[in-house]
Nanobody, 114 residues
Framework: QVQLVESGGGLVQSGGSLRLSCAAS????????MGWYRQNPGKQRELVAT?????LTNYADSVKGRFTISKDNAKSTLQMNNLKPEDTAVYYC??????????WGQGTQVTVSS
């Protein structure tokens, strides 16, 4: 089993910044990628950003140029700058192992006020 613990959510004004962190523990063998997703009530969970073990990154068009994902061993960080009210959501960390297993964190609320 793998446990993911997220931290760093909160309330920020439009244009502000937040940094989310995700630490994986347990049977973390051979990471394929780590990522961040977000979800609002009644809507599907959507990709925010992913980073592979080799450092390749992928971003949703809506966050390109504002968000940066990084990874250090079994910890990932999402630096969010120039936040907008539409970035408000519960943000979830996830990890996919090369064996195919996928795990999710419990989620952390990000609220951006206008």
């Amino acid at each position: 089993q793998v446990q993911l613990v997220e931290s760093g959510g909160g309330l920020v004004q439009s244009g502000g910044s937040l940094r989310l962190s995700c630490a994986a523990s347990g049977r973390v063998f051979s990471i394929y990628y780590m990522g961040w997703y977000r979800q609002n009530p009644g809507k599907q969970r959507e990709l925010v950003a992913t980073i592979t073990s080799g450092g390749l990154t992928n971003y949703a068009d809506s966050v390109k140029g504002r968000f940066t994902i990084s990874k250090d061993n079994a910890k990932s960080t999402l630096q969010m700058n120039n936040l907008k009210p539409e970035d408000t959501a519960v943000y979830y960390c996830n990890i996919r192992l090369t064996a195919g297993y996928v795990y999710w964190g419990q989620g952390t609320q990000v609220t951006v006020s206008s």
